[in-house]
């Protein structure tokens, strides 16, 4: 199982970027998929996430401004982000979980900063 995050970069602040997880060796639509982000000196914590049968959830930081979603056909999970503010700051991580065994993307740099 592998996961691919990509579609960081540098945003100001207000404006929005779509993460993507690209899954292969597994099926997006039968396990959640959840995103996490580390900022600089914090632990990792946890941003959103969609279960197989589609449900979502969301940090309360996040909420409102942040939407998961699912294409099943592409096999990938999106992170859309909106009102982005320099607090966002920090890799992005995508993570599933396939028969008790967790994998976690390499990550993706945002940087919110005029």
């Known amino acids: 199982v592998q996961l691919q995050a990509s579609g960081g970069g540098l945003v100001q602040p207000g404006g929005f970027l779509r993460l993507s997880c690209a899954a292969s060796g597994t099926v997006v639509s039968t396990n959640f998929v959840a995103w996490y982000r580390q900022a600089p000196g914090n632990q990792r914590e946890f941003v959103a996430q969609v279960s197989s049968g589609g449900a979502t959830g969301y940090a309360d930081s996040v909420k409102g401004r942040f939407t998961i979603s699912r294409d099943n056909p592409k096999n990938t999970v999106y992170l859309q982000m909106g009102s982005l503010q320099p607090g966002d700051t920090a890799i992005y991580y995508c993570?599933?979980?396939?028969?008790?065994?967790?994998?976690w993307g390499k990550g993706t740099l945002v940087t919110v900063s005029s």
């Open positions: 993570r599933t979980k396939v028969r008790e065994c967790d994998y």
